[in-house]
T-cell receptor, first 114, second 111 residues
């Protein structure tokens, strides 16, 4: 039973570029959430996707966008990268949107913006 | 403002010793409280989830307590092992399916 998988594991981009990160949820899960984790900090909620629609959004600019596919996998897109976007990006999946559902995290994508 | 504060920020203990990590929250309404363990460079892994009606839950050597009246939780680690070295994150579920994350406590277990 595969857990949450994310790709790529590491990525280096230049300021102003665009990046796409990918996530496959745990088998049987239908909801995907994305988090940004700066070094030494807790994860910050970016947004959540359920039934291919963005259902909730954290305090992130429109440069951060996403998509969920019919097979429940998801992408996170970041445009016009800034140095401050350097972080570990975590994907978490769950069954349903209710916040009593256990979250399963992937191991993240480490993004470095130079 | 919904906030989750954890203490201490970091902690060093010797292998075999016990320790307790603290979590205070000001999240309302309250739905649940979770503790996660995050190894360096890895995603968080769930240790416990407690709802309003639960005041203690164990997972092996990890025991979490919840006092919903004082809005405090603790995570007690018994007979620590080197593999317990990690960040421990407290997460509180609030209204509208919100999850509020603490900044974590970084634990180092030394031989």
């Amino acid at each position: 039973d595969a857990g949450v998988t994310q790709s790529p594991t590491h990525l280096i981009k230049t300021r102003g570029q665009q990046v796409t990160l990918r996530c496959s949820p745990k088998s049987g899960h239908d909801t995907v959430s994305w988090y940004q984790q700066a070094l030494g900090q807790g994860p910050q909620f970016i947004f959540q996707y359920y039934e291919e629609e963005e259902r909730q959004r954290g305090n992130f600019p429109d440069r951060f966008s996403g998509h969920q596919f019919p097979n429940y996998s998801s992408e996170l897109n970041v445009n016009a990268l800034l140095l401050g976007d350097s972080a570990l990006y975590l994907c978490a999946s769950s069954l349903g949107q209710l916040n009593n559902s256990p979250l399963h995290f992937g191991n993240g994508t480490r993004l470095t913006v130079t | 403002k919904n906030q989750v504060e954890q203490s201490p920020q970091s902690l060093i203990i010797l292998e075999g010793k016990n320790c307790t990590l603290q979590c205070n929250y000001t999240v309302s309404p309250f739905s649940n409280l979770r503790w996660y363990k995050q190894d360096t460079g890895r995603g968080p892994v769930s240790l416990t989830i407690m709802t309003f009606s639960e005041n203690t839950k164990s997972n092996g050597r990890y025991t979490a307590t919840l006092d919903a009246d004082t809005k405090q939780s603790s995570l007690h680690i018994t007979a620590s092992q080197l593999s317990d070295s990690a960040s421990y994150i407290c997460v509180v579920g609030g209204g509208y399916n919100k999850l509020i994350f603490g900044a974590g406590t970084r634990l180092a277990v030394h031989p």
